[in-house]
């Protein structure tokens, strides 16, 4: 009896192991080590090919490089040349003219595609065939209506004279050189678009749709009354990426160049600064450009966020 007494009795020793193995257990588990574990790569992988070209070309921007001698430290020269160019601002004009005819043609069409595949067909085949296009290299696209546009062999210009409406030099001319790249850049783009607003129009709940029918909506006034109020974070997606893209075009102008296209009137940012590293060799000068263009990108992309308040949701 006194025996089983006494193995009742709680030892001191035995109530402080049971509260420091509660302690640990209810500690919050540390995976900080892990994580950064799974981070390492990627950083690595950013500061390689991010992180340091970033440094060393603003490195660059401040010397005279031209790949032959050692960078001469120049300061702020270049910058102050650039600002003088007018190459530089006929470039930049240019470039601005090309993101506002190709971002309005792709926003326009890639929105009546997805209305339309969004309120009429949602076919697998048909999304497929919007996609193929952007699935083709700018290169092998650029090539192909360089042919097809041709003032002497090309089809269209064949069909124009059929129709006794002359022809078009519609890369050598320089009306038509900067809306035709926008044209073909529009052609291979708008279905990546459009498919990315379908993607945003499937997640507008199906009972708003229903409710403007009941109140005698028709489809014009739901697409703008609820549609487009819904897709406003697609869409400030979107026009971030589509500027971004727009301003870096450059295999298309190079391609058209190449071949005998007016390249005054298509010479874009990137074009100019292609010309300056590798034609040129200035890099110096060209890694000043670039810098520029980064900082214009940014100041835009930014302007465009807060306008269209994109981190605010209206499907929550």
Known sequence: MRTAERSQVAEPGDDAGADAHRRRR???????????????????????????????????????????SAPAFVGGDNYARLVRDPQFWHSLAVTVYYVVVNIGS????????????????????????????????NVTVGLIWIWLLDADLGFVNHLLKALDLGTVGFFVSPEWAM????????????????????????????????????DGAGELRMFRSVTLPMLRPVLALVLVVSLIGSFQIFDTVAVAARGGGASSAIRVIYYFIYQHAFQYFHMGYASAAALLLALVLGVLTVVQMRLLRASRSDLA
């Open 106 to 137: 792709q926003l326009l069409l890639g929105l009546l595609l997805a209305a339309l595949m969004h309120r009429l067909t949602r076919s697998v085949a048909l999304r497929a065939m919007l996609l193929l296009p952007w699935l083709v290299p």
């Open 179 to 214: 809306p035709t790249i926008g044209m073909v850049n529009t052609w291979a783009y708008t279905g990546y678009t459009a498919l990315l607003l379908y993607a945003g129009m499937l997640q507008i709940p199906p009972h708003l749709y229903e409710s403007a029918a009941l």
């Open 26 to 68: 209810a500690r919050p588990r540390d995976d900080r080590r892990a994580a950064w574990l799974f981070l390492i790569p990627a950083l690595a992988g950013f500061v390689i090919f991010y992180g340091y070209p970033t440094v060393r070309g603003i490195w660059y921007s401040l010397t005279d490089y031209n790949l032959l």
